[in-house]
């Protein structure tokens, strides 16, 4: 019993101090990053915590401290690189969204019967086995999860078929995939110089620079619109709320984020 306590306090100490450092480092070098939606599965998960790099890309108008960059243009920085997971501002409604980078400038883009290609090459794609989830709400939104195999009621297993995706570069990361879907067929997308092209892993699920920014879509997203580049996972929960200790994931604190 007495080590069941410890190690519960153990776990509180670094959710106090990884909030204590989010307060401290926001402003200069950091921001801190909640997932809310299920966009990004199964690289991030609804209830994921992180931090955004700001100085990753150099720092623009909206990641600047205390307004004091230029507002064209970035200070610093190395240039933004294929299969990175970024944080941006979206260029209409000012919301923040987390999404993987997968056009650069001049590249063109297009979704062939659910298989990315870029530059008029499909991109490798493996498959590699199911991704399993409890249909049950998820996250402070209670969220349910899209399923391959819906029907699926209340407290059954939801499954969406898990592939490794390699880009030109040789970055690799795991998509998930539900079925054939109105995005995954597309007209070729040409980034535009000074735009990036951006799509999230669960890519039937989420709403990306596939989707027209008329349909509140992301469309090209600019580059002064980027705040920074998502490299580590620091606390994950599972539950309605931060203090439902039970639905805290430690398996997936301190993770990297590939």
Same mark, same amino acid.
């Given at each position: 019993?007495?080590?069941?306590?410890?190690?519960?306090?153990?776990?509180?100490?670094?959710?106090?101090?990884?909030?204590?450092?989010a307060?401290v480092?926001?402003?200069?070098?950091?921001?801190?990053?909640?997932?809310?939606?299920? &966009?990004?599965? =199964? #690289?991030?998960?609804?209830?994921?915590?992180?931090?955004?790099?700001?100085?990753?890309?150099? +720092?623009?108008?909206?990641?600047?401290?205390?307004?004091?960059?230029?507002?064209?243009?970035?200070?610093?920085?190395?240039?933004?690189? *294929?299969? =990175?997971?970024?944080?941006? *501002? @979206?260029?209409?409604?000012?919301?923040?969204?987390?999404?993987?980078?997968?056009?650069?400038?001049?590249?063109?883009?297009?979704?062939?019967?659910?298989?990315? @290609?870029?530059?008029?090459?499909?991109?490798?794609?493996?498959?590699?086995?199911?991704?399993?989830?409890?249909?049950?709400?998820?996250?402070?939104?209670?969220?349910?999860p899209?399923?391959?195999?819906?029907?699926?009621?209340?407290?059954?297993?939801?499954?969406?078929?898990?592939?490794?995706? #390699?880009?030109?570069?040789?970055? &690799? @990361?795991s998509?998930?995939? %539900?079925?054939?879907?109105?995005? =995954?067929?597309?007209?070729?997308?040409?980034?535009p110089?000074g @735009? +990036?092209?951006?799509?999230?892993?669960?890519?039937?699920? &989420?709403?990306?620079?596939?989707?027209?920014? %008329?349909?509140?879509?992301?469309?090209?997203?600019?580059?002064?619109?980027?705040?920074?580049?998502?490299?580590?996972?620091?606390?994950?929960?599972?539950?309605?709320?931060?203090?439902?200790?039970?639905?805290?994931?430690?398996? *997936?604190?301190?993770?990297?984020?590939?």
């Open positions: 019993m007495g080590d069941a306590v410890e190690g519960i306090w153990e776990t509180i100490k670094t959710v106090f101090w990884a909030l204590v450092i307060g480092f926001r402003t200069l070098f950091f921001q801190p990053f909640w997932i809310p939606s299920g &966009s990004m599965k =199964d #690289t991030l998960l609804i209830g994921d915590f992180l931090f955004v790099n700001k100085m990753a890309y150099g +720092y623009s108008q909206y990641s600047c401290p205390f307004g004091l960059c230029p507002i064209d243009g970035r200070l610093m920085g190395s240039e933004p690189e *294929r299969g =990175d997971v970024v944080v941006f *501002r @979206h260029p209409v409604n000012g919301t923040d969204f987390i999404k993987r980078l997968i056009g650069l400038p001049g590249d063109r883009i297009q979704m062939k019967d659910g298989v990315l @290609h870029i530059n008029d090459e499909p991109v490798g794609m493996e498959p590699d086995g199911l991704f399993i989830e409890d249909m049950a709400p998820q996250g402070p939104q209670q969220l349910l899209r399923c391959s195999n819906d029907p699926v009621g209340q407290g059954g297993t939801c499954e969406k078929a898990r592939f490794i995706e #390699t880009l030109p570069n040789g970055t &690799s @990361h998509i998930l995939d %539900i079925g054939l879907g109105p995005n =995954d067929n597309t007209p070729i997308f040409t980034v110089e @735009h +990036y092209f951006f799509m999230g892993d669960n890519r039937d699920n &989420s709403t990306d620079s596939r989707v027209n920014q %008329i349909a509140r879509g992301v469309g090209m997203v600019p580059a002064e619109n980027l705040i920074g580049r998502a490299d580590r996972i620091m606390f994950s929960s599972a539950g309605k709320s931060l203090f439902f200790v039970w639905t805290w994931r430690p398996d *997936r604190f301190f993770k990297r984020i590939e």
